[in-house]
Nanobody, 114 residues
Framework: VQLVESGGGLVQPGGSLRLSCEAS????????MKWVRQAPGKGREWLST???????AYAESVEGRFTISRDNEKNIVYLQMNSLQSEDTARYYC?????????WGQGTQVTVSS
């Protein structure tokens, strides 16, 4: 199982970014995928999950601002992030579970600052 995130960077408050997570080594289209983040000095915060049937779930902190989606042809899961604020600064990770084991990518850094 390999998960590779990309798309992070420096963005001004109010801006947008789209994160991508390229997946390989497992049955992507039949797996749920999730995004979490971790800010310095804090624990991991679950953000969103997309299930194999396309259903989505969001944390209250991001609902209405973030949108998760998936491309089963390309084995990619996305996180569109709008109206970013300084408190969204964190390292963002995608993850999944295969054979009762959790897998995570290396993460991509998002910094929201003017």
């Amino acid at each position: 199982v390999q998960l590779v995130e990309s798309g992070g960077g420096l963005v001004q408050p109010g801006g947008s970014l789209r994160l991508s997570c390229e997946a390989s080594g497992f049955d992507f289209k039949n797996s749920w995928m999730k995004w979490v983040r971790q800010a310095p000095g804090k624990g991991r915060e679950w953000l969103s999950t997309i299930y194999s049937d396309g259903r989505q779930a969001y944390a209250e902190s991001v609902e209405g601002r973030f949108t998760i989606s998936r491309d089963n042809e390309k084995n990619i899961v996305y996180l569109q992030m709008n109206s970013l604020q300084s408190e969204d600064t964190a390292r963002y990770y995608c993850g999944t579970r295969v054979a009762e084991r959790d897998y995570w990518g290396q993460g991509t850094q998002v910094t929201v600052s003017s």
